[in-house]
């Protein structure tokens, strides 16, 4: 859908005041490719905000109870650390 509609990531003020209030709070928040796109989508906005959080939720429940790619019991903090480690080490 992304690619159909030419959709394109730009980073907005609203990004980096996120990034920045995420830091400051001491969280650790990273996105992987099909979460950004999610994100993306919503801003656009191609998707409603509960659409999206539909989506995510559902993607995240995958990503945790895979038990190909992701270690029984890891935290959705743990799964993000382990995709993180995964796309630096390509």
Known sequence: MAAAK???DQRTRLDD??????????DDVCL???Q???????K???LS???AA???NNYMEECLFDPVGVVAGASFLDVCKM???EVRGR
């Open 44 to 46: 656009k906005p191609m």
């Open 83 to 85: 995709q993180e480690a």
């Open 6 to 8: 030419r959709v394109v």
């Open 36 to 42: 950004k796109l999610l994100m993306l989508l919503t």
């Open 54 to 56: 539909r989506l995510l």
């Open 49 to 51: 905000g509960r659409q």
């Open 17 to 26: 005041w996120a990034e920045a209030v995420t830091e400051a709070a001491g």
């Open 32 to 34: 992987d490719p099909t």
